[in-house]
């Protein structure tokens, strides 16, 4: 069951995050997460119609989320990174992590899922060259000020102490100008949708905004 619902999430971001949650248990699951699989099961039936769109003609401009649940797993208390990627108003990739380390704050948490976002844009740019299409800057939309004051300048930051020099690859390419932080609210990141559970009003807002709808035959 969970194999499938993992098989459903390269179509589905909607389930991604409840999909992959259940996929930790799968060593030794018992009867509630059971039971929590088979609401995942009905929700699909119920939502059947629905779809990522890909209108034609749509821009070139990309654009890439990301956000961080800190501590959010309640078993070891490690963060899940989120990160959706927009070329035009389309979801072209998306994918969330669950990190190795324990992140001691939010904003250390925020800021390696801005780096990993980096990476991806990075990676974006890169592709898009081999269509003869070239971007300057790439937005990284982040909800964390301490986050985006530390991809600025994190000598003088009091938390950069705990964060591995590896992660200060983001503030490199944002000195470069290939990338640029920008901040946007909590309420419109979209990349929350891939790393917690959701008031069904949020869950609802968030899945119009990834591009999801209902398909017309």
């Not at 844009?121 to 982040?142: E, S, T």
């Not at 490199?172 to 069904?200: C, F, M, T, W």
Request: glycine share 6%; aromatic share 10%; charged share 25%.
């Amino acid at each position: 069951m969970i194999g499938s619902l993992l098989y459903l999430t390269a179509s589905r971001p909607d389930i991604i995050f409840s999909g992959c949650l259940y996929a930790r248990f799968q060593e030794a699951p018992k009867a509630p997460h059971l039971e929590a699989v088979k609401r995942i099961f009905r929700y699909i039936k119920g939502t059947w119609h629905l779809g990522l769109w890909y209108p034609k003609g749509t821009g070139i401009e990309t654009v890439v989320y990301a956000d961080s649940d800190h501590a959010g797993d309640y078993v070891d208390r490690k963060r899940t990174s989120g990160i959706c990627t927009f070329v035009g108003c389309c979801l072209s990739s998306w994918f969330l992590k669950k990190q190795s380390a324990l992140a001691i704050s939010t904003t250390e948490a925020e800021y390696v899922s801005a780096e990993k976002a980096c990476q991806q844009a990075l990676w974006m740019k890169q592709a898009l060259i081999d269509y003869d299409v070239r971007i300057d800057d790439v937005p990284i939309m982040c909800d964390n000020k301490g986050a985006i004051d530390l991809s600025k300048n994190p000598v003088q930051h009091s938390r950069t102490k705990h964060i591995e020099i590896r992660y200060h690859f983001l503030h490199d390419n944002v000195q470069k100008g290939h990338i640029s932080i920008e901040k946007v609210s909590y309420v419109d990141n979209i990349a929350d949708i891939l790393i917690k559970p959701l008031k069904r009003e949020s869950f609802n807002n968030l899945c119009l905004s990834l591009g999801m709808m209902e398909h017309i035959p």
